[in-house]
């Protein structure tokens, strides 16, 4: 008989609660997501989730050691031979709940990354959408379904290709760049504040297109307001940066969309009480191919895809 395996919440693992299991199809990011979330106190090793994994999971797939990466003021990295000593480690609190997330997140994404390759063919793509359809709260229309005010969808974001038309350094802090962006608005161009400066040239960005979420309310950033935000794709590291790259022939205003939410039409401004986009933006990725994707599904324009030339593996922010 089966083992009943903890959730990673901490309680039974639940096909209604969503946190509480890992799919096969998850993605890297809603992987990052759940572990985050999930229940792994310190010491603790009773309905532990994240414990529950490696026992019945990871372990038993395993032909070398369980390794567990930590800095070297922290300790460096440690190896375990069995599920019992790492166990014990853990309960002794020589295993921070933080290190062995991290390593289950990187065993996990090594898992399932073929799994995941596999239904990116198109046949089993349709096959999953057909199974598994995306679930519409009752009564909502399919106006609500595309942006309504309580769907959380990515159709809600305002995302549109723009042209960088000017660049200097921000004049009160170093790391930021103050850009003047064509976004094809009948307005004019607006001010785009960007974290840029050390991470990506000046004369790199001056003239390029790239993708601009264009709906958030706008902030002030050392006395100047910033109308939009710079799509970017960035290792956890902060090592590698890139801003995402549009289809050839791309021009300002072009819209950009999540494949199989063409219909939905962007909040005029998302609500910053609601946290819309800190919702959606942990599924926003660069796959293994660097192709831009939230929850497996391409981000798009009218001519293609968005994409990166380096970066992959990585979330967009």
């Known amino acids: 008989m089966n083992p009943m395996v903890p959730g990673l919440t901490g309680a039974k693992m639940s096909s209604s609660e969503e946190d509480s299991k890992i799919d096969l199809l998850d993605s890297p990011a809603q992987i990052k997501k759940k572990l985050k979330k999930a229940f792994c106190e310190p010491g603790n090793i009773t309905d532990n989730g994240i414990l529950s994994f490696c026992k019945h999971v990871l372990f038993p797939l395993r032909t070398s050691a369980f390794e567990v990466k930590r800095p070297a003021e922290h300790g460096g990295d440690s190896q375990y031979h069995t599920y019992e000593q790492l166990e014990s480690a853990f309960a002794k609190e020589e295993v921070h709940p933080g290190d062995l997330k991290n390593s289950v997140e990187i065993y996990l994404n090594a898992l399932l990354e073929p799994i995941r390759q596999e239904f990116e063919k198109p046949e089993l793509k349709k096959l999953t959408s057909q199974a598994y359809p995306v679930q519409k709260k009752k009564g909502a229309t399919p106006q609500a379904t595309g942006g309504g005010e309580d769907e959380l969808v990515p159709s809600r974001l305002d995302l549109r290709v723009g042209k960088i038309t000017s660049i200097k350094q921000h004049p009160e802090a170093d790391s930021l760049f103050v850009e003047t962006v064509d976004l094809g608005e009948d307005s004019g161009p607006r001010t785009v504040i960007s ?107 009218k001519l293609g895809k968005i994409f990166t030339k380096t970066v992959k593996n990585s979330p967009i922010k």
């Open 195 to 301: 974290g840029l400066n050390g991470l990506v040239p000046l004369e790199r960005l001056d003239q390029s297109l790239g993708l601009f979420l264009c709906n958030l309310k706008p902030v002030k950033m050392r006395g100047i307001e910033s109308q939009a935000m710079l799509m970017c794709a960035s290792t956890e590291d902060h090592s590698q940066v890139e801003p995402l790259s549009v289809p050839e022939g791309s021009a300002p205003g072009d819209r950009v969309f999540v494949e199989g939410y063409e219909q939905g039409k962007p909040d005029e401004r998302l609500n910053p009480k609601k946290k819309i986009w800190e919702k959606l933006q942990p599924d926003l990725v660069v796959n293994d191919s660097h192709e831009a994707q939230w929850q497996g599904n391409a981000l798009m324009s």
